[in-house]
């Protein structure tokens, strides 16, 4: 372990044969090994306690253990734990399709499940490509996509991601996309323009995590970015997807982000929250037009796509029951309320040397900073005050679970004080 104690036999057998994530395996600090989970805490195996201050990556949206999702699950594990959606169906996805079409703005109403959120972009670009094959029209195969944006780590993720973050490696190896500057301004509205002017008849769609983009340093950019998109989009007979997998079911202060532009996508994706952070589970939804362009006697118009897990039933009857929660319990208005405690939490942090920038949006706190020379470092001061945080980049974030008491969201920001305070 980081501190040098010894871990449970199960972590000292299998640590040597595990492949972690975004780890570099040799220099890396060893993980914390967690025996349980509680609320919004996560209990170590040797018995300490962390408050989860990114809801395992933006995940546990109701906290951990939620009796009425774990309800739900154990329930539906009685009866069916899995079944294949090839030929067969059954009523946990077909409850889930109709609640999320209702929840979603617009003629938002096809549901295609997935596994994970990379999976959700890859159906989306396939879909919005075959979209134009099956109405006879050839050469759309480019998206635009933006600087500063993530979408996952598959190759069809990875392409429309910022080649200028972690996959950056694989320039060369991935289909070639159009990645340029949001339209925040007047200049870069200009220069989509006359991108799209120019090569609109190569392109299937465009793709954006609205209001924030995530995992590419959580920059944040106003409601009036998506609707210069849904113009463009419009204008040019381009497809528009938004990916909301983080932005998606109340994160951003509205239940799905387009809701605060007043703007409905044509393909929108789904995931990480969907479930309360229980289970794998992802979606992708799309647009009746969208769905019509499939709608064929001709069966190569199909879309040939089907993870062997999709539709898995724990999942939805995590997801149904994540749902219900959103119904039931106050989750925009607590929201709402972090919000104005991450604001005012982190605005000390602006007076500490080397930050750039505190910014909050919904339950997304950030400071930015100049650097941070050894991440792993900082991670284990976190962890030090009793507060797991993982920082990235140059970026220090909060995405705490919606039922996170005022207490605990108070010692996460008082950690994030004093971590970067004595830095």
Request: hydrophobic content about 45%; charged content about 20%; some cysteine.
């Amino acid at each position: 372990m980081a501190d040098g104690t010894k871990g449970p036999d199960w972590y000292q057998a299998g640590l040597d044969h595990v492949w972690l994530p975004y780890a570099q395996m040799k220099t890396a600090r060893p993980p914390l090994p967690v025996a349980r989970t509680e609320g919004c805490r996560i209990v170590l195996a040797d018995g300490r306690v962390l408050i989860d201050g990114i809801a395992s990556w933006w995940t546990a949206c109701h906290g951990y253990n939620h009796p009425h999702v774990r309800a739900a699950v154990e329930r539906q594990l009685a009866l069916m734990p899995h079944v294949m959606l090839g030929g067969l169906v059954h009523e946990q996805p077909l409850a889930l399709a109709r609640r999320l079409a209702a929840l979603l703005p617009g003629d938002l109403d096809r549901v295609f499940f997935a596994d994970s959120g990379s999976v959700a972009v890859e159906v989306a670009m396939k879909m919005a490509v075959q979209y134009w094959l099956n109405r006879g029209i050839r050469g759309r195969t480019q998206f635009v996509a933006f600087k500063g944006g993530y979408h996952g780590d598959t190759s069809g993720a990875m392409a429309v991601s910022d080649e200028a973050g972690m996959h950056g490696m694989f320039r060369g190896l991935l289909p070639e996309q159009l990645v340029v500057d949001l339209p925040t301004d007047e200049a870069r509205t200009e220069a989509l323009t006359k991108l799209l002017e120019s090569r609109a008849e190569r392109i299937a769609g465009i793709i954006v995590e609205p209001l924030v983009q995530g995992a590419g340093g959580m920059l944040f950019h106003e409601p009036v970015v998506l609707q210069r998109l849904r113009r463009m989009a419009d204008r040019y007979d381009l497809l528009l997807i938004f990916d909301e997998i983080f932005t998606g079911f109340g994160r951003t202060g509205t239940m799905f982000a387009c809701e605060q532009a007043d703007v409905v996508p044509d393909i929108i994706t789904l995931g990480k929250a969907l479930t309360g952070g229980t289970l794998p589970l992802a979606a992708t939804v799309a647009r009746r037009h969208v769905f019509d362009a499939f709608w064929s006697d001709d069966p190569k118009h199909a879309l040939m796509h089907g993870p062997t897990f999709m539709a898995n039933a724990l999942a939805c009857a995590a997801a149904n029951a994540s749902l219900d929660l959103f119904a039931l319990e106050p989750r925009l208005e607590e929201v709402r309320m972090i919000s104005e405690d991450l604001a005012a939490g982190l605005a000390p942090c602006r007076s500490i040397p080397g930050v750039k920038e505190v910014r909050v949006k919904g339950a997304i706190g950030v400071v930015e900073l100049e650097q941070i020379a050894e991440l792993d470092a900082m991670r284990a001061r976190f962890v030090e005050e009793g507060v797991f945080i993982r920082p990235f980049g140059n970026i220090v974030y909060l995405s705490p679970p919606f039922t996170v008491a005022a207490g605990e969201l108070d010692r996460l920001t008082g950690a994030v004080k004093t971590v970067l305070g004595g830095r």
